[in-house]
């Protein structure tokens, strides 16, 4: 797959956030909004207990529906967690592995998210693997370290013959949830550090194809900006998912010079 075919994926993480309902009719507003867009794909993360009554109206409008979480193991006693294989019988085609509230709030290992990313991969659901570093690693120069061991772990022992079975987000923790977003060139710099990393890992080909997204308070105001990067292929988007006016716009950024 070459660079000029990697479809962009706009993508709503919506937390802990909407009900049901509320879910329901986001979906109806926002498909009322962007349709069913060919050249970009739209995609949900809610809640768990919204995955099986979502799949419906989420298909029928032809989003893609993601889980915000996973445990690696295929079954067990380990309260609380939800497997790979039901995740799958609810419709997700995607689910996000390490996103930084998982890393710092529940304190979510390298290795487990590694774990994580290669049980999505051997169960055919698309891991969506968030890689970032917090304020005092960008301020000590320390970004691309962390993101490399962030990479090595979270992608340990996988292989990719096509890059469709995987999603890089690269989220600065700085910039999730504060308002305060990376300048497009700071994402660039960070994304393309990121492909040149899967260029030495992978094939340079499947590395050219691999979406790699950015998160961070994107909102309607900043999209256009960031998608106009060259190796920024979508956004994973918190706080301004949660409307679906502004998510929308999100969706519909604008491409000014370059071509989705
Ligand atoms: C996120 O949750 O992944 C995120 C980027 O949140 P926000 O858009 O609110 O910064």
């Known amino acids: 797959m070459s660079i000029e075919v990697r479809r962009p994926l706009m993508a709503a993480n919506w937390k802990m956030h909407l009900s049901i309902a509320e879910g329901v009719s986001f979906i109806a507003k926002l498909h009322e909004l962007v349709g069913t867009p060919r050249d970009r794909e739209v995609l949900i ?20 529906l993601a889980a915000q979480n ?3 193991e295929a079954q067990g006693a380990y309260t609380g967690e939800v497997s790979l294989a039901m995740l799958a019988e609810t419709g997700c085609r995607y689910v996000i592995v390490g996103h930084s509230e998982r890393r710092h709030i529940f304190g979510e290992s390298d290795a487990w998210i590694g774990r994580k990313t290669a049980a999505a991969l ?8 968030c890689i970032g570093e917090k304020i005092e690693e960008r301020e000590a120069g320390l970004t691309e370290q962390v993101l490399r061991r962030q990479l090595t772990a979270g992608l340990e022992g996988i292989s990719l013959d096509t890059p469709e079975p995987l999603v890089i987000a690269y989220e600065p923790v700085w910039a999730i949830g504060t308002g305060r977003t990376a300048t497009p060139n700071q994402a660039q710099e960070a994304h393309a550090f990121v492909r ?5 890992r992978f094939d340079k080909a499947v590395a050219k194809g691999i979406r790699i997204l950015y998160g961070g308070s994107v909102k309607p105001d900043n999209v256009d900006d960031l998608m106009a990067q060259p190796d920024i292929d ?7 998912s ?3 006016a502004s998510f929308a716009r999100i969706v519909q950024y604008q491409r000014s010079g370059k071509s989705p």
Not at 122 to 129: L, M
Not at 196 to 200: P, S, Y
Not at 234 to 240: D, K, R, T
């Open 45 to 64: 993360a809610p809640p768990y207990t919204h995955l099986w009554p979502l799949r419906e109206p989420m298909a029928a409008a032809g989003f893609s």
């Open 70 to 72: 996973c445990h690696w």
């Open 122 to 129: 051997s169960r055919g659901v698309v891991p969506i693997v």
């Open 196 to 200: 040149e990393w899967l260029a030495d």
């Open 234 to 240: 979508g956004a994973l988007v918190g706080g301004a």
């Open 242 to 244: 949660l409307e679906a």
